[in-house]
């Protein structure tokens, strides 16, 4: 099994290859306060070639979310849909970018990941 790989090639869930922690600070006010601070989580993942291509974030604000770095068109990919298995395990809500910025997954890419989640848990219980 190589880095990145799960079950695969592709046939089940990918893990990420490096996760990276993040603080960002705007310049501070003259009431001390940042102007802004952004704290969040970004996940790499591999592509088919085996190549650092995809990228998630998480914000630690909302740590039930998660921001998958590619169009919804771009879902539609084996590799991809490993990654969105992996990542539904553990955020409750994914969202990709659409015509209007980003919104939740959706339509037969959100189901795909949906069945193949639900049949891991299903065959996890069984095992366990």
Do not use: Q
Request: hydrophobic share 40%; aromatic share 14%; charged share 25%.
């Amino acid at each position: 099994m190589t880095a990145g790989e799960a079950d695969l090639p592709w046939g089940r869930f990918a893990s990420p290859v490096r996760i990276e922690h993040f603080c960002k600070f705007g310049d501070r006010g003259t009431d001390g306060a940042f102007g802004f601070s952004y704290n969040y989580l970004d996940y790499f993942f591999l592509d088919e070639n085996g190549e650092e291509k995809y990228m998630a974030r998480s914000y630690l604000d909302e740590i039930g979310t998660v921001s998958v770095k590619r169009s919804m068109a771009e879902l539609a990919s084996p590799a991809m849909e490993a990654i969105l298995c992996y990542l539904a395990l553990r955020f409750s809500r994914i969202l990709a970018l659409g015509g209007e910025g980003y919104r939740e997954l959706d339509g037969p890419i959100a189901a795909s990941v949906e069945k193949r989640v639900e049949d891991f848990l299903s065959n996890s219980e069984e095992t366990a």
